[in-house]
């Protein structure tokens, strides 16, 4: 079975700086995704970003991006200029590419404090 | 474009009661999947639909089920209310899957037993 573990309950960042979220997984697949989805105070799982594994380039969407590494199993979210519209928990997701069990597996979240 | 839609937004039913929960996927999905997301015990899933058949279930016990319609839309429907089933349900959906397509969030229902 997939595990996800996110090592950081709670970080906080002063606005315009950078943070970096940390995500390791555990899988014996050698296809699959990984994902960031942000949950703000009004609870809806928003798609920060994702990243299939058979690439080797890391994803990045405006000031988000990630550090995926393969063989350590990592997959870090890297936030760029926080805003304080950044403020949320976010988790990190696994998902096996096929295999008739698509389910997305989610770490336990890390909540992100911007400061003014 | 609309994207998943939940009702209702807030649920409070009595221990041992039922409640159905409903789920409106993004127009050209075909897939529904359900998430319990407990105080402290993170986002665990339930259930997969597609097709109108049931694809794949969590660890939950049977008095959790649902159906999928044949416009897509969903509902859970939970038997036997206990109150640790007091929780954010979200409500997701994809295109099919099996090629990795992202999954959609709905804002959630809360259900609250008590």
């Known amino acids: 079975a997939q595990t996800v573990t996110q090592s950081q309950p709670e970080m906080s960042v002063q606005e315009a700086e950078t943070v970096t979220l940390s995500c390791t997984y555990d899988t014996s697949e050698n296809n699959y995704y990984l994902f960031w989805y942000k949950q703000p105070p009004s609870r809806q799982m928003i798609l920060v970003i994702r990243q299939e594994a058979y690439k080797q380039q890391n994803a990045t969407e405006n000031r988000f991006s990630v550090n995926f590494q393969k063989a350590a199993k990592s997959f870090s979210l890297k936030i760029s200029d926080s805003q304080l519209g950044d403020t949320a928990m976010y988790f990190c997701a696994f998902m096996k590419h096929a295999g008739g069990s698509e389910k997305l597996v989610f770490g336990k979240g890390t909540k992100l404090t911007v400061n003014p | 474009e609309a994207g998943v839609t939940q009702s209702p937004t807030h649920l409070i039913k009595t221990r041992g009661q039922q409640a159905t929960l409903r789920c409106s996927p993004i127009s050209g999905h075909t897939s529904v999947y359900w998430y319990q997301q407990a105080l402290g015990l993170g986002l665990q899933f339930l259930l997969w639909y597609d097709e109108g058949e049931e694809r794949n279930r969590g660890n939950f016990p049977p008095r959790f089920s649902g159906r999928q319609f044949p416009n897509y839309s969903s509902e859970l429907n939970v038997n036997a209310l206990e109150l640790e089933d007091s929780a954010l349900y979200l409500c997701?959906?994809?295109?099919?899957?099996?090629?990795?397509?992202?999954?959609?969030f709905g804002e959630g229902s809360w259900l609250t037993v008590v």
């Open positions: 997701a959906s994809s295109l099919l899957l099996g090629v990795g397509n992202t999954i959609y």
